[in-house]
């Protein structure tokens, strides 16, 4: 066949044209796609953020700048129809999640796609046990943890203040809601053990003591002084308020909690492991999934934590065997030297920490925050320690606050410095935030990484705190030991079924003798099983993450760019995390 000149000038463009209309609607639909990806999360975020009021002023400084609508002020519900309603909303999500191709999803977007839908996933599976869960608790329990979120709620504005004081005025509602909740599991034959339901009496009795001087009677006023424009008059107003709604509010909600819960106390049918309950196993593994963000099974878990015990016992074994004296005086002059050369003020020690880390960290812009102490009163209940972190849009709104019932010093104050600072959760948080992630994945907790990272950079800190060598090795070594025996607990408890005498032959092993420090073990681990597993299976997963990345890059591995992809990542399950910093 013949063709004119150009004839064939067209039929050789036609496959040009063709490309181009190609790339064009390719063009078009990754647009469109990520665009309406984008819209669905930003629309999750906005709705979820304002169903409780709390999670919104500790998110976000001005909702108003997101265009968000918080008149409506709530701290949530246990009620069961509220419990399995957010359920279905999950659900809801998840099914919209399968119309986006995620192959069509921009690297940012596929991430946060890959993390949404194992979240999901994760809770969904949770769905048959939402009466396994336990709110309350003696020291990690929403009555002990609450008045620290209230005392800590700051005030930009009027309007702060107002729903300050509403929610004081709803807290009797939402402890109710509590209770029922409780009712609803004593029941079904699942309330607390004796034992955990005293550790809450005892808790809200402490709060009860501290009529005059409670702390949110102490904090409220130097809260006010930084509203501007409020009259005397209007902060007098406000002061009576608060007084009005702690007297009325406040600890009527608290002895009504107590009464409640010692009304149902005797209805404890277990005071033993999650596995005595019906389906108890297949719950303690899900809630390990959970709050470890580790989907290995239960077994290969515990076989994992017997390993790191191995070895971390072979490594002490090594040190006295190269230096007999150091170990035989733990207590000795040397050791009091290493402690001694720490800064004692806490602020000193994190200006040092931040400056010691920068060869093995990427660097952080300047930050701000504070250091405050736990009320007397809540001290017995309390963590040696512990971060409240910024909102979105103020990154240098930081708190740490300091137990002074614990009386670390020396090295203990360092690494524990170190994993609620730099470059623990607070270094970790803002550097995160710092990368760019979506506001959705604030509305996700995944402690598995959070406090495996903070306990993965503590284990690290002795030796920025410490020039011997042996004696920070001998520091970290006991601080794994001291997570990893508790986490090989937690499993036996929890999973195996040991009793209490089963407890103490297990720590008698470790050479930790005496029937009150196997009920001290024992009783933790009852009132919060995997919490352990959080900070020390996280940690593992680092621990292995880094040993694989080493493996892969060779001589071209360097630590500091290892925790740079790490925490652009940002908090994750371990599966997404070692797909982003492996193969990403």
Known sequence: MHFSLKNRRTFLLLPVFITALIFLFCSAFYYKTNASFTAFTDAMFREEITKNTLNLHYTLQDPANLSI???????????????????????????????????????????????????????????????????????????????????????????????????????PAYYDSILQFERAKSAAGLFMSAKNADGILNQCQAFLDTKEDNILLTTFASRLEKVKDLSEKEKQFYQSQNTILIRNCVFPAYQSLASGILALKDSSKNDLGLCYLPDGKNYYAQLVRDTTGCFDDIETIFKRIQKQLTDDIHTLREIARNNPQLLEDSGSE?????????????????LELSQKISEDFPALSSVSYEIKYVEPALQNYLSPAFYLTAPLDNRNRNVIYINPKVGYEGLDLYSTLAHEGYPGHLYQTI????????????????????????????????????????IAAIYRLNRSLNLGISSFLDILIHYYGYDRSQTADVLSRFGLNGEDTADSFFDLILEAPANYLKYYVGYLCFEDLKRAATEKEGSSFSLKNFHKKILETGPCPFPVLYQEVLHG
């Open 334 to 350: 040397t050791f009091q030297l290493a402690s001694d050369s720490v800064p004692s003020d806490p602020k000193q020690i994190l």
């Open 69 to 171: 609508d918080c008149d409506t002020v709530t701290l949530g519900s246990f009620l069961q129809e509220d419990l399995n309603k957010s359920c279905d909303i999950l659900d809801a999500y998840s099914k919209k999640m399968e119309t986006f191709p995620a192959y069509w999803l921009s690297s940012r977007n596929r991430l946060t796609y890959d993390i949404l839908k194992s979240y999901f996933q994760t809770q969904m599976q949770g769905r048959d046990y939402l009466l396994y869960e336990e709110p309350l608790g003696a020291s990690l329990g929403t009555q002990a943890q609450l008045p620290i979120l209230l005392a800590e709620y700051s005030f930009s504005s009027a309007k702060d203040v107002r729903d300050y004081l509403k929610l004081l005025a709803k807290l």
């Open 431 to 470: 550097y995160s935030a710092d990368s760019g992630y979506q506001p959705v994945r604030s509305l996700l907790n995944f402690g598995g990484y959070v406090e495996g990272w903070a306990t993965y950079v503590e284990m690290q800190s002795f030796a920025y705190g410490c020039r011997n060598a042996d």
